[in-house]
């Protein structure tokens, strides 16, 4: 998601940038840059390891030399002709590739849902159609505990809502706020394409994928019309009540839907990221008042459904923010499940939640805070896995231990654990019990000294190596004085992938060791002091990694999200790229897909077998059309950089998801 202000910009798809490039304030962890200055010595030492171990850029990290070529086939990493770099109106794919769209936003996903008519919408439609902003994506074969590879479940977020380029006549008057255009319809379409959707999808005798438009298991989640329970620790917390929900423990919807995962008993988690976006007012009260300070309560912009909706009114509801912000579990083989929020995960701006089992079959969720110098964490259940009885798992993300790191100069990290009483998480700085722990998750995450970073996005397991992979997507506002190991460019532009090793190689472990696997940006320009293995080509390096994926092959696929910033990262459009891990071209990046002006790419999920790779195509028209060479304007719903899907007149831009193959089953990617 990206992000930019209404005030600045008159357009609402660029409004919310704003909290990505302002960090929160607050007390920052203890300065690292002596820390910096010893792994800066390490770094010497480590020149001259190899050739593959080596940067282009003379101010570059090393690339870990270990080489490990496990849980991945190094000699075909490659098995496809990269895409190259630059901007136009539609996608692109390698060659040998077919990237056909599966749904667009307004299509039906309710057994009998209307069709899309962008000039005849209503948020009673839009109940039953594909919401907005399609952003993660999972898949969960059918039937269930299957590999299957043909037919599935695809679990898709719906983050935000760019309204000017859904609806006709959004466009303000020059100093006018497009917000003040909203009506009651208006708030209320949006709330209905925020959320998730559940579609089924199969693959036919021609191999073509298509969604069962009459599938039941076809479902809409939204913070419309989707009431949700409330569990775990903070669960009834005087905190969470409301005048809506004086027990605490009943929320309608979710907010600000973006990466996410699936389970290992097939249930589908819902991060909330940036669900200060939504809260209008100034809470009368305080400690909610600092609370809600640290998450960015009141935004610099707010969408306006607190107009007519009262919870999103902090003046009227001053506890009603502290409902969002978690991790949601949905059970997409049960339509009538009512989804959870978590609370045990804690509460921030997810980003995602992709698991692992440790080593004594519990399950690890890692997951990013995504906003400039905010933290990453990891929970670990206290109970193992049931893999035998999916419903024996239901409350099993409802006790266990939420941690968070600390990335040291020397290539090691702590997991530091979240847990009242311990460690100054006590009353002397405010937690009265667990539940003040995790609903001000980034608070005791201060408290205890974590590390932070340049604007975690996905954080992804290796399911074959056990490695972490973590998208550092960027940090403009990091200044020379708070560089460190781990986050090493002042004015970082274009981000970087860290990976870590778990102690033991588990999951479970409070310690790690980390290296960076890349630093994003150009390589030919030393003052970027981007770091890829030299053999990556003109078009194969990136900026902004955003959500990461691991093939059955062992790859590891990363989407970028470059924002209305594409034009200073890079100059190209953002686009899905394979980065090869281990063996000689460890750091060697190649396009497979490039999206259209003004879009990101996300979800990135492949079927079991990697004949199909599902992907999302969010905001197209949205971000940095200004720079947009022969257009050089804000996009409208009326005057877009592209109408891509559709190519038609009388359609506006759609957000899509898409399927990649390539062909007789071979594997995408080759
Ligand atoms: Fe929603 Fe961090 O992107
Ligand atoms: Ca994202
Ligand atoms: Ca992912």
């Avoid at 101010?59 to 991945?72: H, I, K, N, R, V």
């Avoid at 059918?142 to 466009?171: A, F």
């Avoid at 438009?213 to 809409?220: G, M, P």
């Avoid at 976006?277 to 609370?291: K, L, Q, R, S």
Wanted: charged share 25%; glycine share 10%; with cysteine.
């Amino acid at each position: 998601m990206t992000r930019r202000k209404t005030s600045e910009t008159g357009s609402i798809g660029e409004a919310m940038e704003a909290a990505d490039d302002r960090p929160v304030a607050r007390a920052m962890a203890p300065t690292l840059g002596e820390l910096w200055s010893r792994r800066l010595a390490r770094r010497d030492v480590l020149k001259g390891i190899g050739k593959a171990a080596l940067l282009a850029s003379a101010s570059a990290l090393p690339l870990a030399a270990c080489g490990d070529t496990s849980g991945f086939a190094p000699d075909d990493i490659f098995g496809f002709a990269e895409v190259p770099h630059g901007v136009d109106e539609t996608h692109h794919v390698g060659a040998g590739h077919s990237a056909d769209i599966l749904i667009r936003w307004g299509d039906p996903v309710l057994p009998g849902a209307p069709e899309f008519d962008p000039l005849n919408q209503s948020a009673e439609r839009q109940l039953q159609q594909f919401g907005y902003n399609n952003d993660y994506v999972g898949f969960v074969p059918l039937p269930y505990g299957s590999r299957s590879s043909d037919r599935g479940l695809l679990c898709i977020h719906h983050e935000y809502t760019n309204d000017d380029l859904m609806h006709p006549g959004l466009v303000p008057a020059p100093g006018q706020n497009p917000l003040e255009l909203f009506t009651r319809e208006i708030a209320e379409i949006s709330m209905a394409a925020h959320g998730g959707s559940i579609v089924e999808v199969a693959r036919g005798k021609d191999r073509k994928w298509n969604v069962v438009r009459d599938s039941a298991y076809n479902r809409r989640i939204t913070p419309l019309a989707t009431p949700m329970r409330i569990s775990g620790p903070a669960a009834g917390h005087p905190r969470l009540q409301t005048s809506e929900d004086p027990e605490g423990r009943t929320v309608m919807g979710t907010l600000n839907n973006c990466a996410g995962g699936i389970t290992p008993w097939g249930t589908w988690l819902m991060s909330e990221e940036n669900i200060n976006f939504y809260f209008m007012g100034t809470p009368n009260d305080e400690i909610e008042a600092t609370n809600h300070a640290r998450i960015g309560i009141p935004a610099p912009f707010s969408y306006p459904w607190g107009r007519w909706h009262k919870r999103f009114d902090v003046a009227a509801e001053p506890r009603e923010p502290n409902r969002y912000g978690w991790i949601v579990e949905v059970d997409p083989l049960d339509p009538a499940s009512t989804p959870v929020k978590r609370t045990a995960l804690g509460r921030f701006k997810h980003e995602g939640c992709e698991n692992a089992l440790t080593k004594d079959g519990r399950l690890a969720i890692y997951s990013g805070d995504d906003q400039q110098f905010e933290y990453m964490y990891k929970f670990v259940s206290r109970d193992k896995v049931n893999t035998k009885d999916r419903t024996a798992n239901a409350a099993l993300l409802d006790e266990g231990v939420l941690y968070v790191a600390r990335f040291d100069a020397d290539g090691s990290g702590s997991w530091l654990p979240l847990i009242h009483g311990q460690n100054g998480l006590d009353e002397t700085n405010g937690f009265a019990d667990q539940a003040d722990v995790l609903i001000e998750a980034r608070r005791a995450g201060d408290i205890l000294g974590a590390t932070p970073l340049d604007r975690p996005e996905d954080v992804e397991p290796h399911p074959v190596t056990g490695k972490v992979y973590a998208a550092l997507t960027n940090a403009k506002e990091r200044t020379a004085d708070k560089v460190d190991a781990v986050n090493p460019r002042a004015g970082n532009l274009w981000g970087q992938i860290v990976e870590m090793t778990p102690g033991g190689g588990d999951h479970a472990s409070e310690n790690f060791t980390w290296t960076l696997l890349v630093k994003c940006g150009d390589p030919s320009d030393p003052a970027i002091g981007a770091a890829w293995n030299e053999e990556t080509s003109a078009d194969g390096w990136f900026a902004c990694p955003d959500n990461v994926a691991i093939d059955a092959k062992g790859r590891l696929w990363v989407a970028t999200d470059q924002g209305s910033g594409w034009h200073a990262a890079s100059g190209t459009a953002d686009g899905l790229y394979a980065l090869a891990t281990g063996g000689d071209k460890r750091g060697v990046a190649r396009q497979l897909f490039r999206a259209p002006i003004g879009a990101e790419v996300c979800g990135p999920i492949f079927t079991p077998d990697a004949s199909a790779l599902f992907l999302a195509v969010q905001h197209p028209a949205a971000d940095g059309t200004v720079n947009f060479a022969g257009f050089n304007r804000r996009s409208t719903y009326a005057d877009p950089a592209t109408r891509w899907p559709d190519f038609d007149a009388n359609m506006p831009v759609r957000p899509s998801l898409l399927v990649i193959t390539a062909g007789k089953g071979s594997p995408v990617g080759g």
